[in-house]
């Protein structure tokens, strides 16, 4: 039968690629005696077998080789697009949109740094040219006027092995939590930090755009001209310094003294695999976002920001509460003018205000909500979103049924959902209330996706590890440490890296 088959198969193969050539029609086949069901069944399974291997093979492997050549090179046009120059910026023959295909999202975006200057051998070899900006005169002098940048790239990118500076961009108001919320981003990552002016250690190198300031306390005070005001700030500088960083160049960069309020004499920064940049307007001057690889936002609302102020305020720098209360409020129009705005710009938002709980009034700023809202983003870089649905709303009790958390009053909710921000679909997760035992959070956390966590239960690790910093008790410490996961992932993202986080404390490993 199989003989039959193939002899069958080829001859039709034949008279099809003479019809091809020739266009004459094919005699219509003889009649045959009807067969056995069995026998017929049985030859149309060595027709399919025998016949596709022997009629279509050909065909077949050039499809195949097509596709694989497809797939080679496919992401060689996906990172030409998202190539970065050296001045930080995305290259302009590409245009994205920011609502980005679920397919494109998954794909990893690498780039590196394209060095087009001479490397120096060690510091004391290196040559530095004025930065632009540091002739900026806000009415004090110059004060800025020692700011430089390397003519050579630091020797620093090859001694750490630096594919690229990734720059992540994190705005708040003063007295918000960008310290508590630095130090569980150091933990996610498994590394620490000096306790120098700019904190920089074996990864990380956090700068404060408070140095960039142009008037110090008594020039601010003499003026009227508050910190928040952009006429009080040397963005010009700011944005040639980062581009710089970005290049692989390092900088001497002013320093802003809080304890005395005067502008010190520079300090030398080298780039590092990761910059944060922390304070009042990371993403105000378009210059400046452009060096900025990803962006956060904290938000804080003006009950929940005054009550941490005084407490703040009056423990760690002994002021009056009449005198910080006083402060807030001459500061609110400049803030809505000149930090706020900046919400449009971040990637991710961390929204912190009373929670909606039922409690009296009065006990309302006592207990958080806390929101981590993710907007739609160009990077891939995907949200975190409750139980296993992306897109359905939630609004979940982890405290009720069996096998629940243990909440104290006023209990816990866990809620998702999605809304637009400007033009941008953002997804929503949202943590109101607080916990009892930080070690039953491991509930919550098997019920979130996309957390980018290297094993299950290292979310819930990382909050007991941070036991004692703020907001562990509540969602504001959870959202932070998640928020970190996201930067972890991101730098994965931008630089094709893996990150290696020790397996510490197994206790959830029978789970």
Request: charged residues 25%.
């Amino acid at each position: 039968v199989g003989t039959y088959l193939i002899s069958t198969c080829a001859k039709e193969r034949d008279v099809n690629d003479g019809m091809l050539e020739t266009g004459a029609p094919v005699a219509a086949a003889p009649k045959r005696r009807s067969t056995n069901w069995i026998a017929i069944s049985s030859v149309v399974a060595n027709v399919a077998l025998i016949g596709a291997l022997i009629c279509y093979m050909p065909a077949t492997n050039a499809d195949v080789g097509a596709a694989v050549t497809s797939r080679i090179q496919a992401p060689r046009v996906r990172m030409a697009q998202q190539q970065f120059s050296m001045a930080g910026r995305r290259a302009s023959s590409t245009s994205f949109n920011r609502k980005t295909s679920a397919s494109a999202q998954s794909k990893a975006t690498v780039a590196t740094v394209a060095l087009d200057a001479p490397v120096a051998t060690s510091e004391d070899t290196m040559t530095w040219s004025p930065a632009n900006g540091h002739d900026v005169d806000a009415g004090m002098g110059q004060v800025h006027k020692d700011a430089a940048i390397s003519n050579e790239v630091s020797p620093v990118m090859a001694q750490k092995n630096i594919q690229r500076p990734v720059i992540f961009g994190v705005a708040a108001d003063s007295g918000c939590g960008k310290s508590t919320f630095l130090r569980r981003v150091n933990a996610i990552f498994g590394t620490t930090t000096s306790k120098a002016h700019t904190p920089t250690g074996e990864l990380i190198t956090t700068i404060c755009l408070d140095d960039f300031h142009t008037l110090d306390r008594t020039g601010r005070k003499d003026t009227g001209i508050s910190a928040l005001d952009i006429r009080a700030n040397n963005f010009k500088l700011m944005a040639d310094q980062l581009k710089a960083l970005k290049q692989g160049r390092a900088i001497k960069k002013p320093i802003y003294n809080h304890d005395t309020g005067a502008i010190d004499p520079v300090e030398t920064i080298h780039p590092n695999h990761i910059i944060i940049v922390e304070g009042l307007h990371p993403m105000l001057d378009k210059d400046v976002i452009e060096s900025l690889d990803f962006t956060f936002y904290i938000d804080v609302s003006d009950p929940v920001k005054k009550e941490w102020k005084i407490q703040r305020d009056m423990i760690e720098r002994g002021h009056k509460k009449e005198d910080i209360i006083a402060s807030i409020e001459s500061r609110r129009p400049d803030f809505e003018k000149f930090v706020e705005p900046q919400k449009a710009n971040a990637d991710v938002i961390i929204s912190i205000e009373p929670t909606k709980l039922d409690v009296a009034p009065e006990e309302a700023v006592k207990y958080l909500n806390t929101r981590l809202i993710q907007k739609e983003n160009i990077h891939g870089v995907r949200p975190v979103y409750l139980f296993e649905e992306n897109g359905a709303n939630v609004d979940w009790d982890p405290c009720a049924g069996p096998n629940a958390m243990a909440c104290p009053y006023p209990g816990t909710r866990v809620r998702y959902y999605q809304e637009m921000h400007g033009d941008r679909q953002a997804s929503v997760v949202e943590i109101d209330g607080v916990f009892g035992e930080i070690e039953e959070l491991f509930l919550i956390e098997e019920r979130l996706s996309n957390t980018n966590t290297k094993y299950f239960g290292e979310l819930t690790k990382q909050m007991i590890k941070n036991k004692a910093a703020p907001g562990s008790g509540d969602g504001s410490g959870l959202v932070q440490a998640l928020v970190a996961l996201k930067m972890r992932e991101s730098y994965e993202r931008f630089t094709g890296r893996t990150i290696q986080v020790p397996k510490w404390g197994l206790f959830l490993d029978e789970y």
